[in-house]
């Protein structure tokens, strides 16, 4: 016997089969992601033709008993996490779901794929500046660590990570995942061209986030190697000879 929740979930997937108003039905989180735990609710979200989309959200948005959902209209969600808006941080949610429901030729499962990459010419736009941040904080953290400011030095390790997983992950234009899910990402959708194998990545990380000096080198080595084959020299070159030699162990 299932669940209220399930029991919830499965009248709503019905209903978005059999109302013609609703054009599509998704099933985010974790369990969208297929990466369910015993703590993972239904995070669902329904698509309707643009008029509607007030009506249905008055009359079935919400959360009840381990059920969350949400109404878009079909133009809310093409618009919806775009780059550059405030909701762009919900764009990783998006990555590895399917459509349960989508009665429009596959066009909400293709605008679900788009939210979950990086076009090039964002990634173009994007990238000098993350790698700079990154190699800014790792600079800082290093000279803190050489100062004897041991909390700072890892305080500045630990907010380099980001934006190393940025630079590693937009170079393959994909979204970087939430925390929660980074672990899961690179255990089932390994980065094809990185220098290090996701268990290798993710121990790095870990150690990182520690404040460990050398796997923040051996983070960077890798980081570096991977932004001179996308083109990036420029960004790293712009950093003074002392810096980059204290930041690969050098001086």
Partial sequence: MGTRADDLYAA?????????RIVGMYLGGSRGKGATTEH????????????????????????????????FGLSELRAHAAFGSASEWDRYNYAHLTAVVDKLD??????????????????????????????NQ??????????GRALAARLDAAESIPLALGVLFMTHRRVRPYNKYLEWELTHW?????????D??????????????GAQRDLYAGVKALALRHGLAAVLESWSPDARALIEGEG
């Fill in 190 to 198: 390994p980065l094809g061209d990185a220098p290090w194998s996701s």
């Fill in 12 to 20: 709503m997937l019905r209903r978005a089969r059999e109302d013609a």
């Fill in 40 to 71: 993972s609710d239904y995070d669902c979200d329904i698509v309707v033709i643009d008029d509607d989309a007030a009506e249905y959200r008055a009359r079935l948005g919400g959360d009840a008993a381990g059920i969350q959902l949400g109404v």
């Fill in 200 to 213: 290798q990545l993710l121990r790095l990380v870990a150690e990182v986030a520690r404040g460990e000096v």
């Fill in 106 to 135: 596959g066009e909400i499962q293709r605008i679900m794929d788009e939210k979950a990459t990086v076009p090039d010419e964002v990634a173009r736009a994007r990238l000098p500046g993350t790698l700079d941040g990154y190699v």
């Fill in 138 to 147: 790792v600079y800082r953290s290093l000279k803190n660590h050489r100062d």
